[in-house]
């Protein structure tokens, strides 16, 4: 089992940045691939950002490519999801996920793909 706790969500400017932190914990918590999803208001969950175990290999989805980084500190089991110039339509609530795999598969942008989930963190963008 691999616990996941968000944190870091809030209410920024058009044009601000936000850092979400993703900690870990569990038996298998630093042999994981992990991602970003996120759920805006009235629509399915999406996509963010996914990363291997090393962090090697890490895919965006297209809406955030540029402007926001995923990346992981394995020795504190967390996962980080930088986020700059922020948009009104990047307001969702984010869920950090977790593979029962140290790789990406190709369906990575998939949420049946991951096993884990935290409870999420909300990120409202005003314009």
């Known amino acids: 089992q691999v616990q996941l706790v968000e944190s870091g969500g809030g209410l920024v400017q058009a044009g601000g940045s936000l850092r979400l932190s993703c900690a870990a914990s569990?038996?298998?918590?630093?042999?994981?691939?992990m991602a970003w999803f996120r759920r805006g208001p009235g629509k399915e969950r999406e996509f963010v950002a996914a990363?291997?175990?090393?962090?090697?290999?890490?895919y965006y989805a297209d809406s955030v490519k540029g402007r926001f980084t995923m990346s992981r500190d394995n020795a504190k089991n967390t996962v980080y999801l930088q986020m700059n110039s922020l948009k009104p339509e990047d307001t969702a609530v984010y869920y950090c996920?977790?593979?029962?795999?140290?790789?990406?598969?190709?369906?990575?942008?998939?949420?049946?793909?991951?096993?884990?989930w935290g409870q999420g963190t909300q990120v409202t963008v005003s314009s």
């Open positions: 996920a977790a593979r029962t795999s140290l790789f990406l598969s190709l369906s990575y942008y998939f949420e049946s793909d991951y096993s884990y």
């Open positions: 569990g038996r298998t918590s630093s042999n994981s691939a």
């Open positions: 990363t291997s175990w090393s962090g090697a290999v890490t």
